[in-house]
């Protein structure tokens, strides 16, 4: 994203062009970005080699799994659908691992008929159930065993998921019991030790301290695992302070540990794939003049983009068109849903607005449209994606009519 002549720009393309031609609210993805963070994250653990699956729970747009998919990652999925997703957008079952802590009868057998690299257990009511329908299709199943390792991320409770009160993996005790259970099943092969701490991480000590849990826990089990899922979790810079985490002291980290327990390492990035790759393009609808601030009423709402509803999360929001103009009073940038909670941000300074201005909403490619409703009765958004010169529609905005 550039400002040219005071016209913002994305990949060459003028905010403002985007905005009348495929009308608002949008979301708008880079392909050429895509295609750096891919080759990025890939050159910092190069050393390391690991098999990367994307974490499609971040974003499931068909095209997007296909981008995602001509840089050969594999995929990390929690449902029934997200695994058909991923199959059909061509990545191999090989290189695709099932998480989740609730999964079904029905998902678990798909999941084995579709021959896919790892089921990642997350208690011992799963694993029998697991054995149960291996045993009934006569199938040696590959598992992996995910490990709760009492590890705080430090970031939002609301998004951690290695502590020992969070609802994900088991602790070190029954971690051990269920390796022995599956060494002695007939229909059991555990190939994987699977941990993941939380989203959002922008502080490597967390991940160090997980390694050493992890590390501990192998030499008790005296197992050898083929894989260490260390899922995913790398955070970005939303509110574009150059907070970024320490990826050579995290490869370092992970290079020794591999070095002691001769295993391969899987990851499962999503956000750091693909949160910095779009953006939502809005139009102010109204400008409401309020006591001690103004309400920018956008056209984009909470339905559309859940995060800062949710989590109280921070985007950064630009206008297309750069003034010298500042507002004396405060913005705060809201949607029309019926709720107080519909909002993006409160800001000072902001350049002087006026109704019909399209804006930016920056940084929204993960948890924007996986996240998205139908609440108000409010149709989902037009997808774009910049390709060199082209631009294609990767999803058509959704019809009032296909609503009601």
């Known amino acids: 994203m550039i400002y040219k ?8 393309f003028r905010i403002d062009f985007l905005g009348h031609k495929f009308k608002t609210p949008m979301y708008c993805y880079s392909s050429k970005k895509i295609r750096n963070n891919i080759l990025n994250f890939k050159n910092i653990f190069k050393k390391i080699n690991p098999l990367i699956c994307y974490a499609v729970k971040a974003n499931s747009n068909l095209s997007i799994l296909k981008e995602i998919k001509n840089h050969d990652l594999g995929a990390d999925v929690v449902s029934i659908g997200e695994l058909m997703k991923a199959l059909k957008a061509g990545i191999k079952p090989q290189k695709i691992v099932f998480s989740g802590v609730g999964k079904t009868s029905e998902e678990i057998e798909y999941a084995i008929n579709k021959n896919i690299l790892l089921i990642n257990a997350e208690s011992k009511s799963e694993i029998l159930q697991i054995e149960k ?20 991320a430090g970031t939002l409770s609301q998004i951690s998921t290695g502590k020992k009160e969070n609802k994900f993996g088991v602790n070190q005790k029954l971690f051990l019991e269920l390796v022995n259970f599956s060494k002695r099943s007939k229909y059991l092969k555990l190939k994987c030790l699977s941990v993941h701490i939380g989203s959002q991480i922008l502080n490597h000590m967390p991940y160090q301290r997980m390694l050493g849990v992890v590390n501990k826990t192998i030499n008790l089990s005296r197992h050898q695992f083929e894989y260490i899922d260390l899922g995913g979790g790398m955070g970005i810079d939303y509110e574009h302070k150059n907070l970024s985490l320490n990826f050579k002291k995290y ?11 001769n295993c391969k390492i899987i ?11 779009a953006v939502l393009i809005t139009k102010v609808i109204y400008v ?6 103004d ?3 956008l056209d984009a709402a909470m339905n559309d983009l859940m995060r800062p509803a949710l989590y109280g999360a921070k985007h950064k929001i630009l206008p297309s068109r750069k003034n010298k103009r500042i507002s004396k009073k405060v913005y705060e940038f809201v949607g ?8 993006f941000a409160t800001l000072l300074k902001f350049q ?12 929204v490619g993960a948890y924007g449209t996986s996240l998205a409703s139908n609440y108000n009765l409010r149709p989902k958004p037009i997808e774009v994606l910049i390709k060199g010169k082209n631009i294609q529609i990767i999803k058509k905005r959704q019809k009032l009519s296909e609503l009601i």
């Open 352 to 363: 002087k607005l006026k109704e019909r201005d399209f804006l930016v909403i920056c940084d």
């Open 288 to 293: 409401k003049e309020g006591y001690k601030k």
């Open 267 to 277: 990851f499962e990035p999503g956000r750091s794939i693909i949160g910095n790759t």
């Open 133 to 152: 329908i291996a045993k009934k299709r006569k199938k040696i199943v590959n598992i992996g065993i995910r490990l709760n390792p009492n590890t705080d």
């Open 5 to 12: 002549k005071n016209s913002l720009l994305m990949d060459g």
């Open 336 to 343: 029309p849903v019926c709720e107080s909670t519909d909002k």
């Open 295 to 297: 309400f920018i009423i």
């Open 251 to 261: 490869s370092q980290n992970i290079s020794n540990f591999v070095k002691k327990n």
